[in-house]
């Protein structure tokens, strides 16, 4: 019993100290500083840590051993890596006027004249290697070249000469020197047939106009009664409209007129009755001058008719 009163207070003791508040117990204030804390607590401690720096081997015999038979057989080797010490250049002032600098005004050769020039300093370049000969004339000869005497110029000669028929001996075993294909450059065709501003992977579809890709006359959605707005109502209203006014007026012209009404029953007249006196004869000459002249009258009105109903045609 004795030992089990004791065993009770030392629990009671360690649930007190733990239901402390946070101020008396440093471990659960947060961040402390050593005068918060007492000296040497955190040596009781068991502290969590990240570190920034990789940890270093375990030092054990094995790695020991390893180590001292490495340095062994490099000092048999006489392999000796040592560390070369690397130095900075110094850099003058007068050395960066020195360098070429970059021309920012615009070229007056154009670029198909630049690949000539660059293709015959090639060309030449392999005919001095054949042939041994350089000419202080040439123009392709940069101005920083010094002149050689002839004795040397004669001896290059005879050494590439010599180099030549030994290679042309040994044709028949190894490969020998591709030609090279000769450039024509024609100056005279236009832009247009030399090169092609659009590039091939571009599609014709990004070709088009603005107008022709937002070009909605005959690209009509179709639409239900329910989702049209008051703008298609009103414009389906002003086309039937207008299609009615057109079958309209190609009836009127199908219609007859007045003067052919009129000419059509002096027609009828003329055919039960015979003209028997002069006062008759001349009242039907004045009747059909009068025909004539209606005629006449309505006949440009027919045309501004029909004009007007091949406008109308959709």
Request: aromatic letters at 6%; one cysteine or more; a positive charge.
């Amino acid at each position: 019993e004795k030992s089990q009163l004791r065993l009770q207070q030392k629990i009671k003791k360690a649930e007190q100290e733990l239901l402390l508040p946070s101020n008396l117990r440093w471990q659960f204030a947060g961040e402390t500083n050593a005068g918060v804390r007492p000296s040497n607590s955190l040596l009781e401690e068991h502290l969590q840590f990240d570190h920034i720096s990789r940890p270093p081997p375990l030092i054990t015999d094995e790695t020991t051993t390893t180590l001292e038979g490495l340095i062994k057989q490099r000092i048999k080797d006489k392999v000796f890596d040592d560390v070369e010490r690397k130095v900075k250049p110094k850099e003058q002032p007068f050395e960066f006027r020195r360098r070429i600098m970059l021309e920012s005004e615009k070229s007056k050769i154009g670029l198909a004249e630049v690949y000539e020039q660059e293709y015959l300093k090639q060309q030449q370049k392999q005919k001095e290697q054949e042939i041994g000969t350089t000419t202080a004339t040439d123009a392709f000869v940069s101005a920083g070249e010094t002149e050689e005497n002839e004795t040397r110029r004669e001896i290059r000669r005879q050494i590439r000469s010599l180099f030549r028929k030994l290679d042309s001996l040994s044709a028949f075993h190894y490969t020998p020197c591709t030609p090279t294909p000769e450039v024509k450059i024609l100056t005279n065709l236009p832009a247009v047939t030399v090169e092609e501003v659009v590039p091939d992977s571009v599609s014709d579809m990004k070709l088009l106009a603005p107008e022709e890709v937002f070009n909605t006359r005959n690209k009509k959605v179709l639409q239900d009664k329910g989702e049209r707005t008051k703008t298609d109502r009103k414009r389906a209203r002003r086309l039937k409209k207008k299609k009615q006014k057109f079958i309209q007026s190609n009836m009127k012209l199908n219609e007859p007129n007045k003067a052919t009404k009129r000419k059509s029953e002096i027609e009828a007249r003329e055919d039960g009755k015979s003209l028997k006196s002069s006062t008759k004869f001349f009242e039907r000459l004045q009747e059909k001058n009068e025909l004539q002249m209606i005629q006449k009258k309505a006949k440009p009105i027919i045309i501004q008719q029909a004009n007007l109903a091949k406008k109308l045609k959709l």
